[in-house]
């Protein structure tokens, strides 16, 4: 069974520009997660899908990210315009209702 | 969601059994304690998850006392492939759940 993938592995932009991050969660996950660590610091939450709706987006650190889950599929993340401070490793996490949360690899996002 | 404190690092002899505490005073009724493994350029990895007593499966062992502000995880003959960062997690059980994240324990196993 594959796990969760996330496109693409690396991303580097200029301050300013427009990013988008896709994660596919495992077959039948209808739980997805958006996490974050940034330079130094713990892997934080930002946001819990259920299907394609958001459960909670609290974590969520401003209003320049936007996440979407078209048709409670794939996930997007966008982060527009990218800031310095964005730089970190975006993870993405799938799961049943009742297991534990798979984690794909990770997004490395370097923002310059 | 409850706090938890853990060892910053940890180092270990291949061969050797190790074990890892996790401190988790303000655990609430309904908690469950769950332990995950990151490897460096990796995303976590769930290792074992419990309520109270003893868990045991293929990879550990996970060690909860009676009042439950504290657990042990317990990795038996450790290989340099175990070196990575443990995380212990406290909240509610299954994938429903935002997980938060502390700093982890960095065990490096040693030849």
């Known amino acids: 069974e594959a796990g969760v993938t996330q496109f693409p592995s690396h991303s580097v932009i200029e301050k300013g520009q427009t990013v988008t991050l896709r994660c596919d969660p495992i077959?039948?996950?209808?739980?997805l997660y958006w996490y974050r660590r940034v330079m130094g610091k713990e892997i934080k939450f930002l946001l819990h899908f259920v299907k394609e709706s958001k459960q909670d987006e609290s974590g969520m650190p401003n209003n320049r990210f936007l996440a979407e889950r078209t048709g409670g599929t794939y996930s997007t993340l966008k982060v527009q315009p990218a800031e310095l401070e964005d730089s970190g490793v975006y993870f993405c996490a799938s799961s049943q209702p009742t297991t534990e949360q798979f984690f794909g690899p990770g997004t490395r996002l370097t923002v310059l | 969601l409850a706090k938890t404190t853990q060892p910053i690092s940890m180092d270990s002899y291949e061969g050797q059994e190790v074990n890892i505490t996790c401190s988790h005073n303000?655990?609430?009724?309904?908690?469950?304690i769950t332990w995950y493994q990151q490897f460096p350029s990796q995303g976590p990895r769930f290792i074992i998850q419990?309520?109270?007593t003893k868990v045991t499966n293929e990879v550990a062992s996970l060690f909860i006392p009676a009042d439950r502000k504290s657990s042990t995880l317990s990795l038996p003959r450790v290989s340099l492939s175990d070196t990575a960062v443990y995380y212990c997690l406290v909240g509610n059980s299954g994938g429903y759940q935002k997980v938060t994240f502390g700093t982890g324990t960095k065990l490096q196993v040693i030849p």
């Open positions: 077959s039948g996950h209808d739980n």
């Open positions: 419990g309520y109270k």
């Open positions: 303000n655990i609430a009724t309904n908690d469950y």
